[in-house]
């Protein structure tokens, strides 16, 4: 035991010389010594808040963990974001998909993830909006009237705020990245920041592009994928699928009427209790079955959050008091319990737009880098309706569909548009690296590089 606090301790005093650069006051008072049953690490992580509305009492939560490179500051900086919306980047990016750790099954130590991003980039985690995770409002009324728009404003402040805090990575390379209903969240920050930069030669949010994965884009194109999907993968019957067709518009998924939300109960009841996030996995016998949570507007009744059994882990672990006194969270004595998803925030989310695809023009006319994935088992965003909305793009092919390969096996498949990469991930469910983590660092990779997904080797070829 004493071996291995010498270790930990030993590590964290070279993650302490190895930082990007000299920290100011403020970022030297967010360092991370050392989190609860955290391993030992060669990196350097911070946490806090930055205030995005000194009036309101409006603060949100960060978690930076800065590159495992050699030298940090040649790294680019990766916001992640993941959506619901209400739905914690640190309970779910970090924690169990692409961050440094992953919560073990006791809710109170960490293990490494050997496939973790910070492997390539700086990674910071947000907490947005305000009500999410540890961030918070002093001003109730903003747990009410949440929306897309106020999101995105108030995230682009918090980059602003934050930048002030760690000058060193001012005019850094950035990238915005994030999954689900982060595929609003992604493209309308983005494009704040793209307007926002706009007449700049050396802007200090150096914007270079953003990815997505399993992102909802747009409204009708969704249904359609996502019906289509159900139909081929066998959760439903002929008779269901055709009623989804009459019953529902297509256009909106935010307001069903009454008959599209009696035959959504039908192909409920049809797909039984799988998980739809992830349909070829086992579901968590730890948790009730019966507890199911909602997509805003999309697709109810179907489960929100992959693994139920890993957001136990993570419930209780960043509900513990020696873990937020780590992260300096909940300051304020927040007067609610940690949870992975807000269903306040949720239950009154207050705008969310039809369609993505025009922010998608707009960014791909300015020669932004976008990127695209898709974990093909998932049936909540599903592949067919990412396809549908890039199709709905109509841009010009500069690659065919092709298969990817990861140590000679088919890793999923790519096709390159003039302005935008559409990547599969075979095998992979809504939380792309989760499921797949050694193909989802490959597919980070080459999106940094902006280097198409890789081919067979000839070995592979000649079979």
Not at 66 to 81: G, I, K, N
Not at 87 to 112: H, K, M, W
Not at 210 to 221: E, H, S, T
Not at 233 to 255: E, M, N, R, V
Request: glycine share 8%; aromatic share 14%; with cysteine.
């Amino acid at each position: 035991m004493a071996a291995a606090v010498l270790l930990v301790l030993a590590a964290s005093i070279l993650a302490l010389s190895r930082a990007s650069a000299s920290p100011t006051n403020g970022a030297a008072a967010d360092r991370i010594t050392l989190l609860p049953g955290q391993p030992p690490v060669n990196f350097s992580m911070y946490s806090g808040y930055v205030t995005v509305d000194a009036a309101a009492g409006r603060a949100l939560f960060y978690w930076l963990i800065e590159a495992a490179v050699e030298d940090p500051a040649s790294a680019p900086l990766v916001l992640w974001l993941n959506g619901g919306p209400g739905c914690s980047s640190v309970g779910y990016g970090a924690s169990e998909e692409l961050g440094a750790f992953r919560i073990n099954s006791d809710g109170t130590t960490l293990s490494s993830n050997p496939y973790s991003w910070n492997k390539r980039a700086n990674m910071l985690f947000l907490d947005a909006p305000a009500g999410v995770g540890y961030s918070y409002s002093n001003t109730s009324s903003d747990l009410f009237t949440a929306g897309d728009n106020k999101t995105a404003h108030d995230s682009y402040t918090f980059l602003v705020n934050w930048l002030e805090r760690f000058p060193q990575y001012k005019h850094r390379d950035f990238y915005i990245t994030g999954e689900s209903y982060a595929g609003h969240y992604v493209p309308q920050l983005s494009q704040v920041v793209y307007r926002n930069n706009k007449g700049i030669k050396k802007p200090v949010l150096n914007f270079k592009g953003f990815m997505v994965g399993n992102a909802v884009i747009d409204d009708y194109n969704d249904f359609v994928g996502t019906f289509e999907y159900w139909w081929t993968h066998g959760l439903i019957s002929d008779d269901t699928y055709q009623k989804l067709q009459l019953a529902c518009d297509f256009d909106s998924s935010t307001h069903a009427s009454d008959a599209c939300n009696k035959i959504f109960d039908v192909a409920y009841d049809e797909e039984g209790l799988i998980d739809a996030y992830s349909i070829y996995t086992p579901t968590c016998k730890k948790s009730s079955l019966d507890k199911r949570r909602l997509i805003k507007g999309r697709r109810p009744w179907l489960p929100r959050g992959y693994d139920p059994c890993t957001e136990v882990y993570s419930t209780k672990y960043y509900n513990l008091p020696e873990v937020q006194k780590a992260f300096r969270a909940n300051v304020t004595g927040i007067p609610y319990a940690w949870t992975g998803c807000s269903d306040d925030l949720f239950e009154y989310w207050k705008d969310s737009p039809r369609s993505m695809l025009p922010i998608y023009r707009e960014l791909i006319a300015a020669g932004l880098r976008i990127w695209v994935f898709s974990g093909d088992a998932d049936s909540v965003v599903p592949l067919t309706g990412t396809r549908y909305s890039i199709d709905a793009l109509y841009l010009p092919t500069v690659t065919n569909w092709y298969p990817w390969y990861q140590e000679e096996e088919v890793g999923g498949w790519c096709q390159v548009y003039k302005g935008l990469t559409l990547v599969t991930v075979r095998g992979a469910g809504h939380e792309v690296p989760l499921h797949r983590p050694k193909q989802a660092l490959k597919l980070f990779e080459h999106f940094l590089q902006d280097k198409p997904m890789p081919r067979p080797v000839p070995s592979v070829q000649s079979f």
